[in-house]
Every structure is written in structure tokens, then in C-alpha cells.
Nanobody, 123 residues
Framework: QVQLMAYGGGSVQAGGSLRLFCTNS????????MGWFRQTPGKERVFVAG????????EYADFVKGRFAVSVDNDKNTVALQMTDLQPDDTAVYFC????????????????WGQGTQVTVAS
């Protein structure tokens, strides 16, 4: 059973940086891709970035390319999202997610979800 725990959200000024982490407590997730989605009130949850343990990816949504970087650490069963040059439009609840393949994440869905972590960017 995949159990995802996300942490690292917070509040920053525009132009600032934050780093999110997500840990999978399952014994082995070698077959999984992991990534991040975000959601704002009244809107759908959208794919942000993802990567796979076996090397597939990373994949990014167009609106974060060049600003965000996703990385996976197989030893720690962790996926991280380094967010730089944050803007007020990046304000959202960020969700960690896992799927069998990264294409599932890119299509906008996931097999497993973690709890959300709030990211707030002030102008």
C-alpha cells in the first residue's frame, strides 16, 4: 500500500523559493512514478511535475518549466519539488501523487494521493 506524506509548504514573497518533499512509506515503489499536482479553490487539480524511479521523465507543466525542478531519491523513497521564482499565481494547495507510469500523471490523474500542503505567494 502506497502511503504518501507531503511537507514543506509555506508562505513566501514573489520571487522567492520553496522546496516541497513527499515521502512514500511503502516498502518499495520502484515501479511508481511520483509527482506533484496543485489546486486552487473552485478549480480542478492540475499536474505540475513528475518523475519516475527508473529514470523516465522528468515532465513539467508548461507554466512551471524553467522555474520548478522535480527530483526523486530512491534511497529515501522521496520526491522533491524545488520551486523558484514563485509568483502569486503559484499559490495553491500542492498534492503529492504516485502512479504506475509517469504518463498517468501527465494526463492529470494518479493512482495514489497524499495530503495537500499549502503554498502561498504574496505579491
Amino acid at each position: 500500500q502506497v502511503q504518501l506524506m507531503a511537507y514543506g509548504g509555506g508562505s513566501v514573497q514573489a520571487g522567492g523559493s520553496l522546496r516541497l518533499f513527499c515521502t512514500n512509506s511503502a516498502p518499495s515503489i520502484a515501479r511508481h512514478a511520483m509527482g506533484w499536482f496543485r489546486q486552487t479553490p473552485g478549480k480542478e487539480r492540475v499536474f505540475v511535475a513528475g518523475a519516475a524511479w527508473h529514470g523516465a521523465g522528468p515532465e513539467y507543466a508548461d507554466f512551471v518549466k524553467g522555474r520548478f525542478a522535480v527530483s526523486v531519491d530512491n534511497d529515501k523513497n522521496t520526491v522533491a519539488l524545488q520551486m523558484t521564482d514563485l509568483q502569486p499565481d503559484d499559490t495553491a494547495v500542492y498534492f503529492c501523487a504516485a502512479a504506475d507510469v509517469i504518463a498517468t500523471l501527465v494526463r492529470g490523474t494518479a493512482d495514489f494521493w497524499g495530503q495537500g500542503t499549502q503554498v502561498t505567494v504574496a505579491s
